[in-house]
């Protein structure tokens, strides 16, 4: 018996809701789910948000046999709108945003995630990048000007996205609704906000997602630079905040100059 079947016998929540926004992307969303069917724990329960792709997508979810799954086919409006309706249908103790595209790193990532999960309000841990093809590039604070913190606090996010959404898990108590007033940038004042409320951070100290390099912000930096100000002078005011983008800069150029760290 899938273990989100035992749990509704019980009457208790799953551990963890997955939750996989979705639109004309069917072979990024089967990937995604062979990355999810491997878990070797399954306390979670799997959402996935299609906003009514025309390639195939509600057709193949209607004919799959998976007991976690439950999905939603309709048009929205636009990505944090889908997250939006995934978290107000999720149910798990903590949430999980794993895109059509990316994956699950390993078969006992899950299990992992719950040995960890007793006391936390957060989970978070490395990230892999990797291409169209599901070939490993390499760790994220290895390749990118982002790196993971031992330690990650509200503090943290000044530097920037140090920590990859898909390995960001918080409990769905301590989580809001994303901003839908920022196009390319509501996953980082989520994650700030998020990081407000918790009072137990946990780093898992593993790899816990293959994040497929591309998407929305990268395609439009420059809306997203501008929204990522906005977002920080919120959150840390305007003086901090001026401060420690004279740091960003300076750190981006020495290492994309000289390091040739592009992602």
Same mark, same amino acid.
């Given at each position: ?23 004309? #992307? ?6 995604t789910f062979q990355?999810?069917r491997q878990q ?24 799959? +046999? ?13 990505? /944090? ?28 990532? !899950? ?57 960001? @898990?918080?409990?769905?108590? @301590? ?9 390319? +940038?509501?996953?980082?004042?989520? !994650?700030? +906000? ?8 946990? #780093?898992?100290? +593993?790899?816990?997602? #293959? ?20 977002? /920080? ?14 740091? @960003? ?15």
């Open positions: 018996m899938h273990e989100k079947e035992a749990a509704e016998m019980n009457n208790t929540p799953p551990f963890l809701t997955i939750i996989t926004v979705v639109y004309n #992307n069917l072979p990024g969303l089967q990937y990355s999810i070797t724990c399954t306390d979670f329960e799997w959402l996935v948000i299609d906003g009514g792709s025309t390639d195939g997508t509600k057709e193949w979810l209607s004919q799959l +046999s998976f007991p976690a799954l439950t999905f939603v086919s309709e048009k929205d409006g636009g990505l /944090y709108d889908a997250m939006n309706k995934g978290l107000k249908m999720a149910s798990g103790q903590f949430v999980w945003f794993m895109n059509s595209g990316d994956g699950i790193y390993s078969a006992s990532t !899950v299990e992992h995630l719950k040995l960890h999960g007793t006391h936390a309000d957060v989970l978070y841990g490395e990230t892999m990048l990797i291409d169209e093809q599901g070939n490993q590039i390499g760790k994220r604070s290895e390749k990118t000007t982002r790196v993971l913190p031992s330690t990650l606090t509200t503090r943290s996010m000044i530097m920037g996205m140090v920590v990859c959404h898909q390995s960001f @898990i918080p409990k769905r108590t @301590i989580t809001t609704p994303y901003q839908l007033k920022y196009r390319f +940038s509501a996953d980082i004042d989520w !994650v700030i +906000s998020c990081l407000e409320k918790s009072k137990n951070t946990i #780093n898992c100290n +593993s790899i816990l997602s #293959n994040y497929l390099v591309g998407g929305l912000s990268i395609q439009n930096q420059k809306t997203g630079w501008k929204e990522r100000w906005s977002i /920080y002078v919120e959150h840390y005011g305007l003086i901090y905040t001026t401060f420690a983008h004279f740091y @960003i800069v300076i750190r981006y150029i020495w290492k994309y100059i000289f390091f040739n760290k592009k992602y």
